[in-house]
């Protein structure tokens, strides 16, 4: 069984505008309200739009704690776990299972470059010392390694417990070569929003998304609208997000979507070092985007 259907949001980590950027708590929980409010089907948190890597481990602990406890059971929780360590992220792994999560998502080891051997014993490795169900995340373009499709096969095949995999390789074709030899065995979820639908159309379950931060309602209904056979509707808001999505990429997220969602009054605050606030130019870029959109009056 799925841990989710339809459009999981990669939810931003709230910081207070002091010095220290401390996180805001108070923040998460309306933002988990107002996203299960507007049909988000599941919380992904702590992962690379969470600003996850710069967090302290008791930080990572604490909000995977308090997102379970302001999501109530009411949908899904996902924390991100992954770490260039494979130690580390069994670490993360089992807070997070203590802290009540529903699942983990698992990165690709990063800067280390991993041979494909390495991954599948790294996966392993975290696979066995846990009982949760495990999301595999690919994003070569962030973590400088792809896990090939034999290579998922191959990790699916040892760990029964490894159900998914958030797909950001912008490959369609490498992941429909995926789908064919996984035949049934993995649940995809689109790790791009620019091609929810293409994978969709590869047997996906939904997607983990960015946009979801900025615009919920329409990234659920985009998703479910496929499920549920209305291919047309979701056709048409796919190709109506395009330019929102081009302007929340335009510089590395989760930069742009911060920015935008302070743009639509959610005070979300400001990012952690080394991350730094967007340039003049493509913010006026977004902004107007936004406006375009609708999402900005």
């Known amino acids: 069984m799925s841990i989710f259907r339809g459009a999981g949001v990669a939810i931003i980590t709230p910081m207070k505008n002091n010095d220290t950027k401390d996180v805001n708590y108070d923040k998460l929980e309306e933002l988990i309200d107002w996203q299960i409010k507007e049909g988000t089907d599941c919380i992904v948190v702590v992962g690379s739009t969470g600003e996850g890597s710069t967090l302290t481990m008791e930080e990572h602990k604490t909000l995977i704690k308090r997102a379970v406890e302001f999501a109530h059971g009411r949908i899904p929780v996902i924390a991100g776990t992954g770490s260039n360590c494979t130690d580390t992220a069994i670490q993360l792994t ?46 070569p373009g962030r973590t400088g390694v792809n896990i090939l499709p034999e290579t998922v096969k191959k990790i699916v095949d040892k760990n029964k417990n490894v159900v998914g995999i958030k797909d950001a390789t912008g490959d369609v074709a490498e992941t429909s070569h995926m789908m064919n030899l996984l035949d049934g065995k993995i649940d995809l979820y689109s790790g ?10 590869l047997g996906g379950k939904g997607v983990i998304s960015v946009v979801s931060d900025v615009a919920p309602a329409d990234m659920h209904r985009l998703v479910m ?11 048409k808001l796919q190709l109506k ?18 920015k935008a969602m302070n743009l639509m009054g959610l005070n979300v605050g400001p990012l952690r070092a080394p991350l730094f606030e967007m340039s003049e130019g493509k913010a006026a870029v977004l902004e107007k985007v936004m406006r375009d959109y609708g999402i900005l009056k």
């Not at 983990?104 to 392993?124: A, C, E, I, M, W």
């Not at 791009?192 to 159309?201: A, F, T």
């Not at 609208?225 to 056709?235: A, F, I, P, V």
């Not at 997000?241 to 911060?258: C, R």
């Open 241 to 258: 997000m395009m330019p929102l999505i081009d302007a929340l990429f335009s510089e590395v997220n989760p930069i742009p979507v911060k």
């Open 225 to 235: 609208s496929y499920l549920e056979g209305d291919t047309e509707t979701s056709r």
């Open 192 to 201: 791009e929003d620019g091609l929810v639908v293409p994978l969709l159309s």
């Open 94 to 139: 089992h807070e997070a299972e203590e802290a009540g999560v529903d699942g983990v998502l698992v990165v690709s080891p990063y800067y280390n470059k991993s041979t494909q051997d390495g991954l599948v014993r790294h996966f392993s490795m975290i696979a066995e010392s846990t009982k949760l169900p495990i999301v595999l995340y690919n994003i």
